[in-house]
């Protein structure tokens, strides 16, 4: 144990405050235990969601039926009837209070409150309508993480408009992969983005995907690297919609169950998934964790390291609906060097702080310390994802960041905009160990018969319906893409492709993705356990572990293969790689070891900051990667197609 809350901080803490709340609605008191808890809502999900509407004070309207068909899985759906505005719940309390935070790389700064952001907002949004832009139309920004694109995204929700984003570090290509299925009205760019220093030009694609998609009626520009930025014909400044219109009168009332965005799967082996997501289902699922999870609150400011392509951004977003301020950053974490996120958290006094858990293991192995340089004393919680947080990162945040900080390691994704496990601030922290299943998530572990299981790896799965479920993919009329994703692994149930563990402290510890599991002489293993023991070494700033399938003797089997890239100065010589063997036989088992261990330039990175595991097993296996444009560096696979395995 790491870390945990003293009695004060959980009598004071939002979860308390809605268990003392539903106790006083009739249900059993949860005596101080967050699991017990947790029990409750998913044996009460109908009573759980609707207290939980109730004690927030979510704006809108219920309708008579709070769960359709609570026992189907697929079928499920919640407040059907209902009728609610997300924008309208983050919007509300304009007052003058900071709304949102942004800085960028070279240091600029500016901020909003938000009555500035309501006001900027209702604008756009009386803008949008008088362009033509309705109800259903889809709109897109393919722009950086800066202020323009919130407001865009609310002023979309206002209307009842379907929004859509990707960064601009995408390529054309990337880009036309993901809107070009959902055929936007209008198309929101810049004229570039800076990283690491340079200056990045993206006027030429931005005209590329624009004309190659003939939906697009309307392209709005922020000028983000030249402030003088001429409008060129067929163009309209952003700043110029702002001065021009007349706000929006009032929120566009929507079902429940009407889209509120678009996100897209990885796209790593086929055309991206587009999942539609709704807007009562992601309010309501947001903020409860943002509430019941991360404690967030009015004072509270939120900074989450994300692009607009990557569903923490539209996490992040939803945290205005409780009331704190958000803090955007453009530009690359490290620049100038490993100590700048840090030094804005201390400067500004952020209360929370994500990022990915590759982010703190490069910190770590960058050799700085945050607690020795900068105060971050009003540093409350950090949040890690994006893979499992070894417990080296887990050990790291306590000795070298803050000794008395709320640690919460997070899985969900795309599929559930939201979290299926995360933290809680009423509970311990363990090391190497995600503190909870979310509250109203039917979470368990399965073995391969479907039976749950407890302390031993197998599928994540969710047994009940909660409300951020997709409403359904784009272009599946039928829903058969959308059954086939998530519900015919395990029939009627869905299995979400994490390969993780049921703790004996109800945590959950995630081993890998399902998909990319090892199976060396039929036994199931989950990357990550081979991870925590090879990032620990010094000389490996990353690693890459993958099966390869061969043919032995007339039989089929899986050689593990461990990729490492080595820190400038350091050597793959046979005595590191005995110590690497040495390292992952003591911590995991024999069977984990590597068939092979080979350095390598580079590691292939979804948009988000993913490893693509299961790219490298395809060039491996001599299959064709029909979508490199989802990774950020595309050209690293050109190494694994060449490579040659050699113990």
């Known amino acids: 144990m790491l870390w945990a809350p003293d009695a004060a901080y959980i009598s004071a803490s939002q979860v308390a405050d809605f268990a003392r709340y539903i106790v006083e609605q009739g249900a059993a008191d949860w005596g101080g235990d967050f699991h017990v808890l947790w029990q409750w809502s998913v044996q009460h999900p109908t009573r759980f969601w609707d207290y939980l509407w109730d004690w927030h004070g979510i704006i809108g309207d219920k309708g008579d039926v709070i769960l359709d068909a609570p026992d189907e899985m697929r079928g499920g759906q919640f407040y059907p009837q209902g009728r609610i505005n997300y924008a309208e719940n983050l919007l509300i309390d304009c007052d003058y209070s900071c709304a949102i935070v942004f800085f960028t790389e070279d240091g600029k700064r500016c901020a909003l409150s938000r009555r500035e952001l309501y006001q900027q907002v209702m604008t756009l949004a009386g803008w949008l309508q008088a362009q033509g832009i309705k109800k259903g139309d889809r709109v897109a920004a393919y722009a950086p993480n800066i202020p323009e694109t919130i407001i865009l995204f609310l002023a979309c929700a206002v209307i009842g408009a379907v929004f859509s984003s990707c960064s601009s570090d995408f390529g054309a290509k990337g880009v036309l992969d993901r809107f070009g299925q959902i055929a936007p009205k209008l198309l929101m760019v810049t004229d570039g983005y800076r990283y690491n220093g340079k200056a990045i030009d993206r006027r030429a694609i931005n005209r590329d995907v624009a004309d190659a998609m003939p939906s697009v009626e309307i392209l709005l520009v922020v000028p983000f690297l030249d402030a003088d930025y001429q409008a060129r014909e067929g163009e309209i400044l952003f700043s110029e919609a702002l001065a021009h219109a007349s706000p929006a009168r009032s929120f566009t009332v929507l079902g429940f169950n009407d889209p509120l965005y678009i996100l897209y799967s990885s796209g790593t082996t086929g055309a991206p998934k587009c999942i539609v997501h709704g807007h009562g289902g992601t309010l309501i699922q947001h903020i409860k964790e943002h509430r019941l999870h991360c404690d967030h609150a009015h004072g509270d400011i939120v900074f989450y390291f994300t692009t607009c392509g990557w569903m923490m951004w539209n996490w992040l977003v939803s945290a205005l609906g409780v009331g704190a301020a958000i803090v955007l950053y453009e530009g690359a974490p490290f620049f100038p060097d490993a ?11 952020w209360t929370s702080f994500g990022a990915s858990a590759k982010f703190l293991d490069a910190t770590r192995k960058s050799g700085y310390r945050p607690a020795e340089h900068v105060d971050l004393s009003a540093l409350k919680r950090i949040f890690s994802t994006g893979s499992p947080l070894t417990e080296d990162g887990f050990a790291f945040t306590y000795d070298a960041i803050k000794r008395d900080v709320h640690l919460a390691s997070i899985t969900g994704g795309t599929d559930l905009v939201s979290c299926f496990a995360l933290g809680a601030p009423t509970l311990p ?28 790896p197998g599928e994540l799965v ?13 272009h599946d009329a039928d829903g058969s893409k959308y059954r086939a994703a998530y519900f015919e692994h395990f029939p009627g149930i869905w299995r979400h492709g994490d390969w993780a563990r049921l703790t004996a402290h109800a945590g959950i510890v995630v081993h890998g993705r399902s998909d990319a599991t090892l199976n060396p002489g039929g036994v199931r293993i989950g990357t990550a356990e081979i991870y925590r023991h090879v990032e620990a070494f010094d000389e490996i700033s990353e690693a890459l572990v993958v099966g390869q399938n061969t043919l032995h003797d007339g039989a089929h089997d899986v050689r593990v293969i461990l990729f490492v890239c080595l820190k400038a100065g350091s050597v793959l010589d046979d005595a590191l790689k005995t110590a690497l063997c040495q390292a992952i036989r003591a911590g995991a088992t024999p069977r984990h070891v590597p068939y092979a261990i080979i350095a390598c330039p580079d590691i292939p990175r979804t948009r988000s900051g993913k490893i693509s595991e299961l790219a490298v097993r395809a060039m491996l296996d001599g299959k064709p990667i029909s979508n490199s444009e989802a990774l950020s560096n595309p050209e690293s696979l050109a190494f694994f197609g060449a490579c040659e395995i050699v113990p």
Do not use: H, N
């Open 429 to 456: 922290v363990y090391s190497g160990e995600i503190q909870t299943r979310g509250l109203g998530m039917a979470v368990e572990i399965w073995d391969a018969d479907g039976a749950p299981i407890t302390d031993t």
């Open 462 to 474: 969710c047994v009940k319906p909660f409300p951020s479920m997709p409403i359904g993919f784009w």
């Open 339 to 349: 100590g700048a996120l840090w030094r804005l958290a201390a400067a500004e006094g």
